[in-house]
């Protein structure tokens, strides 16, 4: 499908962050070539969530533009493969983040209220995956906010997701929660960590009450490792972050 503004024209980086204005840095112009713009980037940006769901097996799109423009807590890192489409160039990948509050608990059972960066969906194009194109969207993330993947709280992490991790930044093991995240064994002593160094609060210890003091549910990540997760992989499904229903969790926890 041709578009009225060609992806490099909008795009100047290899990978943009976007916020909920859905206006690349360094793009100029005047009312008209802005809502031109916009209106081009939200239907790449609907077709590639679109991608990402379908590979997953969702049966809803988690990224959308108007998601994005009615949160201004998201950003959305998209990536571009700036020779595509005869030198107009196209979006090959997506990872999208936030802030979420969040009760989590640690491997003592405690349940720790938060306020993490978490990571909501994540793709790449079929054609480009296994490439490194995964590695280089996530560490631009890490880097531009000065975030490290042991702070970070994954939504639905799937056995792709759980691979990456180990294989790039040495995370050899999930804690699944109640809520669908999932954290690293290390999330509290490095969300604590940066926290100080960041200003923000650290984790706080509250007492099991309500739906917390049900017991926590049983870590899948030694099925997954000895592949019996329970999950289905698709044929072109990439790194999968997704949101289950209370149904779904229950059938993979």
Not at 64 to 93: H, M, Q, V
Request: include cysteine; charge should be positive.
């Amino acid at each position: 499908m041709d578009f009225i503004v060609p992806v490099n024209e909008m795009l100047t980086d290899k990978i943009t962050k976007l916020n909920n204005t859905l206006i690349p840095p360094g793009f100029h112009g005047d009312v008209r070539s802005v809502r031109i713009m916009q209106e081009t980037l939200s239907k790449l940006i609907d077709r590639l969530g679109e991608q990402s769901s379908t590979a997953q097996n969702l049966n809803r799109v988690i990224t959308t533009a108007e998601k994005l423009r009615n949160s201004p807590d998201l950003i959305l890192y998209i990536l571009k493969d700036a020779s595509a489409k005869g030198g107009k160039g196209e979006l090959i990948g997506l990872l999208k983040v936030g802030w979420k509050h969040l009760f989590l608990f640690d491997e003592q059972d405690k349940v720790r209220q938060v306020e993490p960066l978490c990571v909501l969906d994540f793709f790449v194009l079929p054609d480009y995956q296994r490439h490194g194109y995964g590695k280089v969207l996530f560490d631009h993330m890490l880097k531009d906010l000065n975030a490290t993947p042991k702070e970070l709280a994954i939504d639905g992490p799937s056995p792709k997701m759980e691979q990456f991790l180990r294989k790039n930044y040495g995370i050899q093991r999930l804690i699944r929660q109640n809520t669908n995240f999932a954290i690293s064994p290390d999330f509290f002593t490095a969300f604590a960590e940066t926290s100080s160094k960041s200003g923000r609060s650290t984790p706080v210890v509250t007492t099991s009450v309500g739906r917390f003091a049900a017991p926590k549910p049983q870590s899948v990540i030694a099925n997954v490792i000895h592949g019996d997760s329970g999950y289905q992989e698709t044929s072109n499904g990439f790194y999968r972050c997704r949101q289950m229903s209370r149904q779904d969790s229950l059938q993979h926890t």
